[in-house]
């Protein structure tokens, strides 16, 4: 009866500990899904009036300094940017804050003041945005999930912002520069906000020759048409 019972108990904790592992390999699967929400077959891009779709960029601003000193710096009015995925009847922008994730189209929308934001797209995006090229687009993005926000806008890709993530996923997945690079020093750097932020992030080193793309570069560009704006 001892040995029935040390026999029984000997696979009893095995059968445990391999439930115990099949459990945890099926969380992480679903939060591999949670985290990024986009189908891994290429598909043909809708472009029905007044929807959005994937590979749209969509611009907000908020009143942080941080955010601030962007505008001034910038002379923009937006300060944040993302680019728009679908998955099923939901959308969902892919962002760079602190980590590059995907949110909620109305949960994204809801962070910015008042509401408000603009969503451009390409001029020609049904003849660019193929399906194949909308697959590469994705493929790009996964390489940057959960990497840090870059609050000093450094060009590698340690860390990303805003506006780096949709100008890399653009020029790396469809082969298109969404706006041109320019310098730091390139910027307003004047005001007394801009001047804080940057002593702040950089102390006296700052990299003035670094190369960035701003989000008003991006909205600015020739390549983009606005398709929706609230």
């Not at 450094?154 to 949709?166: K, T």
């Not at 730091?184 to 004047?190: C, E, P, V």
């Amino acid at each position: 009866m001892l040995k029935v019972r040390l026999i029984f108990k000997q696979y009893f904790f095995q059968l445990f500990f391999l439930i115990i592992f099949f459990l945890s390999l099926f969380q992480l699967s679903c939060r591999h899904k949670i985290e990024f929400p986009i189908d891994d077959k290429p598909h043909q891009i809708t472009l029905k009036k007044g929807e959005l779709t994937d590979g749209d960029i969509i611009f907000q601003t908020n009143s942080s300094d941080f955010s601030n000193a962007i505008k001034l710096a910038t002379h923009s009015y937006y300060s944040h940017c993302g680019i728009i995925f679908r998955w099923g009847k939901k959308y969902y922008v892919y962002e760079a804050v602190q980590p590059v994730r995907f949110q909620l189209l109305d949960d994204w929308i809801a962070y910015g003041d008042s509401g408000h934001y603009v969503v451009k797209r390409l001029k020609n995006a049904f003849n660019v945005l193929t399906p194949e090229v909308c697959y590469k687009m994705v493929e790009t993005g996964k390489g940057f999930l959960g990497k840090n926000y870059d609050s000093v806008f450094g060009w590698s890709d340690d860390r990303i912002y805003c506006s780096e993530l949709v100008w890399k996923i653009y020029q790396r997945g469809a082969d298109i520069e969404i706006g041109k690079l320019k310098k730091l020093k390139d910027f307003d750097l004047s005001s007394n906000l801009v001047k804080a932020q940057l002593f702040k992030y950089f102390n006296h080193h700052i990299p003035y020759d670094e190369e960035i793309i701003s989000p008003e570069d991006i909205f600015n560009s020739q390549l983009l048409i606005t398709v929706k704006e609230k």
